[in-house]
């Protein structure tokens, strides 16, 4: 099984929604990665959080971290259509990152 | 400018042909990392490096070998593909074992 996972396989919007992606993992982590994949491209990193943080903003993005529930969240305001792609979560691993199998967000006009 | 870049981008092979993926990055990582992408399983790690000279085994080496002959080259190797192997691989480079990771733009892999 996956050592971080998010928690829906897709999820559809509107431009100018909001939209939340959620992830768990199975270990201790000392930040957690939050990644995004366009389609025909390779995943980019949208957001780093450390183990201490609570929270973290970047532009329209904000994510938040939980150790006590080993869950995280990130959220994407005012949704474009250029946000539709997949959305992985990514924590420490023995060899580097482990990831999610990611959920897949489609912004509609 | 793309700071890693994957060649090639789409490549047909034959059953037990050999094939190599290269990749080619400009940020001066010490680590690089090969991920195979199938719908179902997600990134999957096959082989990673920590520098010139340097190979390691990910999570599913068996069947693939990985070269770094320099700090800003590492290439996968398929000595005898298999269909199994049809899937799209990454290249990717960081800083270190828990730092972001720069990916490139995939090559994908059809084998017949």
């Known amino acids: 099984s996956q050592l971080a996972e998010e928690n829906l396989w897709a999820l559809s919007v509107h431009e100018g929604e909001s939209v939340t992606v959620n992830c768990s993992y199975k270990?201790?982590?000392?930040?957690l990665q939050w990644y995004r994949q366009k389609s025909g491209e390779g995943p980019a990193q949208l957001i780093l959080?450390?183990?201490?943080?609570r929270e973290k903003r970047n532009g329209r993005l904000r994510a938040t971290l939980d150790t006590s529930s080993q869950s995280s969240s990130l959220s994407i305001t005012a949704t474009r259509c250029e946000d539709t792609a997949v959305y992985f979560c990514a924590t420490d691993y023995a060899q580097g990152l482990t990831f999610g199998l990611g959920t897949r967000v489609s912004v509609f006009p | 400018e793309a700071a890693v870049t994957q060649s090639p981008r789409n490549k047909v092979a034959v059953t037990g042909g050999k094939v190599t993926l290269s990749c080619n990055q400009t940020n001066n990582h010490n680590n690089m990392y090969w991920y195979r992408q199938d719908t179902g399983h997600g990134l999957r790690l096959i082989h990673y490096s920590y520098g010139a000279g340097s190979t390691e085994k990910g999570d599913i080496p068996d069947g693939y070998k990985a070269s770094r002959p320099s700090q800003e080259n590492f290439s996968l190797i398929l000595e005898l593909a298999t269909p199994s192997q049809t899937s799209v691989y990454f290249c990717?480079?960081?800083?270190?074992?828990?730092?972001?990771?720069?990916f490139g733009p995939g090559t994908r892999l059809t084998v017949l």
């Open positions: 990717a480079s960081g800083t270190g074992t828990y730092a972001e990771q720069f």
């Open positions: 959080i450390r183990s201490n943080e």
């Open positions: 270990t201790s982590i000392t930040a």
